[in-house]
Nanobody, 123 residues
Framework: QVELVESGGGLVQAGGSLRPSCAAS????????MAWYRQAPEKERELVAS???????YYADSVKGRFTISRDNAKRTLYLQMNNLKPEDTAVYFC?????????????????WGQGTQVTVSS
C-alpha cells in the first residue's frame, strides 16, 4: 500500500526557512518521480516543484531561487528546502508521486498523494 507522510511544516516569520519532508513507503521510491504541491485557502492546488527519478528538477516561477527540492532514495524521503519565505507561501504543502519513464520531472499526472503539512508565514 502506497503511503506518503509529510512533516516539518510550521509557523515562521517572513524571511525565515523551513524544510518539510515526505516519508514514502509501499512502492519503489527510487523509480518514481516526486513533487511538492501547495494549496492556499480558497485557491487551487498548484505545483511548487518536482524531481525525476534521475534527479532532474522543475520549479514554479514563484519559488525559483528560494526553494530546493531533493530526494534521498536510501531513506525513501523527499525534501523541500524553503528559504526567504514570504506570506504568500502560506499553504498546505502536499507530497505526490507518479511512475514515469521520462527523464524530465513531470508537471502533472501525479496519482499518489500525502495528507499535507501546514506552512504559515507571518509578516
Amino acid at each position: 500500500q502506497v503511503e506518503l507522510v509529510e512533516s516539518g511544516g510550521g509557523l515562521v516569520q517572513a524571511g525565515g526557512s523551513l524544510r518539510p519532508s515526505c516519508a514514502a513507503s509501499g512502492f519503489t521510491f527510487g523509480s518514481y518521480a516526486m513533487a511538492w504541491y501547495r494549496q492556499a485557502p480558497e485557491k487551487e492546488r498548484e505545483l511548487v516543484a518536482s524531481i525525476s527519478s534521475g534527479g532532474a528538477t522543475y520549479y514554479a516561477d514563484s519559488v525559483k531561487g528560494r526553494f530546493t527540492i531533493s530526494r534521498d532514495n536510501a531513506k525513501r524521503t523527499l525534501y523541500l528546502q524553503m528559504n526567504n519565505l514570504k506570506p504568500e507561501d502560506t499553504a498546505v504543502y502536499f507530497c505526490a508521486a507518479t511512475y514515469t519513464m521520462s527523464r524530465m520531472p513531470p508537471t502533472s499526472g501525479y496519482n499518489y498523494w500525502g495528507q499535507g503539512t501546514q506552512v504559515t508565514v507571518s509578516s
